[in-house]
């Protein structure tokens, strides 16, 4: 094999090489990154992984090109790697096969890219039914709100079996069968919501150009980590919006978990593949995630097995990827040259180099020559320091140094915050409350449960267990969790709830009335036209004004209806 399908091969398998330790280190980026930024909004996760994921296929896509404009312009053998080391020249000289397998195998990924494509051109073209106008004029209100400018359309759709969105251009919402049964308007207002949240965010397309970038990069575990993740964040990013329309999280969360049983179930039945659509209940291992992130249950961080073999994957690709990455290929002697030959070891300072005793970088600070000359007796290595040198200082404690190792780890001692007068009073009743309640209430309820089961002399042996043990409770200690806990307390926002509810109870209340005085006014009319009376004599009562006050009810009681409907808080 000559020319430049050569050229072109072992350019693949050298970019393929890279794209390995490439996307591992930017990975770690990420979750670098998202370690420090626990509280970001998933939003921002979510574009962190997509501007790293088309990073690392850029970084592949130009590590392709620049090994291929060497390689044309190469040596006398045709590679820049002719000059490598003999015992890389097997490695070398596997490249084209790397590539050949690789392109091979590509097959199997394309026509899995081909047929998903196809199922959503399908979809997207066939087995419609119009849906009510109510939910397409819904659609369109809430898509002006939200500033999409492309008209959206919404279509009932016989071929799957949760909402989906599907285009860029022409986006299109399509919505099963069973949903419409299975939801409340509640339900379904948050669910088409959810997919309006993905138009707006342009999903669609960059779900196309990722599974592009996963179809040609399929033998990379860190594509498919970054590509799960992106698809993790960007369903909660839209789970964030429904909630900021303050729709009931347990509902939405219900919505989610009927959708998920619909689309099980009918997975089993066709087995269709739609991972080019968008899907509202997205992978099904990440719902369960997505229904505590709604419901707000927050998890204390954990070590994940998967990261952490996912680290030491990154470990074992880098260490076996750096012989080949970091040995330079101008190396003209037998031996090659070692790759970071400034770095300094820190075994340079361990003091036991007994046979190189010059071996001391002459670059080390006065301050650390000085501590090894101190500290070492027997073979002492320092090199003296200059006239003008700072004098030496002592070596530090084992306190300090657990001390200031405590501080670099960013453990800070929380500080009790000092709150007012009528606020420390709340808490002092709230802790008087709850040794009330430990005390009294709750012992009743422990001896009622026991009340058959043992004697008196049991019962106050038991009893002053229990007292002893309540005894060893640090109730300081428990106050001032209940000040740090007040401290964090977002009173603005429990306010806001606190009046939104208020309102809430007073538009129901006058509603109600206008209800009544609508049945009233029903019966009336009723009871004239049964009579046949035009009017009742010696009162104001008339067919007429009756009529008339049943108008400027059912106006009110419409304006009160629009006022309780109205769910949009901030865009």
Request: charged share 20%; with cysteine; aromatic share 8%.
């Amino acid at each position: 094999m000559t020319g430049i399908k050569l050229h072109l091969l072992q350019s693949l398998g050298w970019a393929l090489l890279n794209s390995l330790w490439q996307m591992a280190l930017l990975w770690i980026v990420y979750q670098v990154i998202s370690s420090l930024t626990r509280a970001a909004k998933a939003s921002l996760r979510s574009s962190l992984a997509t501007a790293l994921l088309f990073t690392g296929f850029g970084w592949f896509v130009l590590s392709f090109i620049l090994v291929f404009r060497d390689i044309s312009a190469g040596n006398e053998a045709g590679s820049p790697f002719a000059a490598t080391p003999e015992t890389y020249s097997g490695i070398l000289q596997g490249l084209p096969w790397i590539s050949a397998a690789y392109l091979s195998i590509l097959v199997f990924p394309v026509l899995r890219f081909i047929r998903n494509y196809r199922y959503v051109q399908v979809i997207r073209q066939y087995g419609h039914s119009k849906i009510q106008v109510d939910w397409r004029i819904f659609v369109r209100n809430v898509a002006a709100h939200m500033g999409i400018r492309k008209k959206v359309q919404i279509w009932v759709s016989e071929l799957v079996s949760s909402p989906v969105t599907v285009g860029f251009l022409k986006p299109m919402i399509l919505v099963p069968v069973a949903a419409i049964n299975h939801l409340t308007p509640q339900q379904l207002e948050a669910v088409l919501l959810h997919e309006l949240a993905h138009i707006r965010r342009f999903d669609y397309l960059i779900n196309l150009l990722i599974n592009c970038i996963q179809t040609l990069l399929y033998f990379n575990p860190f594509v498919k980590a970054l590509v799960k993740t992106v698809e993790k964040e960007r369903e909660k990013s839209c789970d964030e919006l429904v909630l900021q329309f303050q729709y009931d999280s347990y509902e939405y969360a219900s919505a989610l978990l009927t959708l998920e049983k619909n689309s099980l179930l009918t997975s089993r039945q066709n087995g269709q593949q739609k991972t080019l659509a968008l899907p509202i209940t997205g992978k099904k291992n990440d719902l369960l995630s997505r229904v505590e992130n709604i419901m707000g249950v927050q998890q204390a961080p954990s070590i994940s097995v998967n990261k952490i073999a996912g680290l030491l994957s990154v470990i074992i690709c880098i260490l076996a990827l750096n012989l080949l990455l970091l040995l330079p290929g101008n190396s003209t002697g037998k031996e090659p040259a070692i790759a970071y030959t400034g770095l300094m070891s820190p075994m340079d300072f361990a003091g036991d180099n007994d046979t190189n005793p010059d071996a001391q970088p002459e670059t080390a600070p006065a301050t650390i020559r000085h501590t090894l000359a101190a500290n070492h007796t027997e073979n002492t290595f320092a090199i003296p320091a200059p006239p003008d040198a700072p004098p030496a200082q002592p070596a530090p404690r084992p306190a300090e140094i657990a001390s200031m190792a405590y501080r670099l780890a960013g453990f800070e001692e929380q500080q009790i915050p000092v709150l007012k007068a009528y606020q420390e009073k709340q808490v002092k009743e709230a802790l008087a409350a709850s040794k009330r309640v430990l005390e009294n209430i709750q012992w009743k309820q422990v001896e009622k449960s026991i009340a058959d089961a043992f004697s008196e002399k049991e019962k106050k042996e038991i009893k002053t267990a229990y007292e002893k043990e309540l005894g060893k409770f640090d109730w300081n200690k428990w106050e001032d969790r209940l000040k740090l806990a007040y401290a964090q307390i977002d009173w603005d926002n429990v306010n806001s709830q606190l009046n939104n509810a208020v309102n809430q109870i007073r538009i129901d209340s006058i509603q109600q009335v206008y209800n009544d005085v609508a049945v009233k006014l029903n019966l009336m009319q009723k009871e004239l036209l049964a009579n046949k009376i035009c009017s009742v004599p010696d009162t104001d009562i008339s067919l007429k004004t009756v009529e008339e006050r049943k108008k400027k009810v059912l106006e009110s009681m419409r304006t009160l209806k629009a006022i309780r409907n109205k769910k949009i808080v901030s865009l």
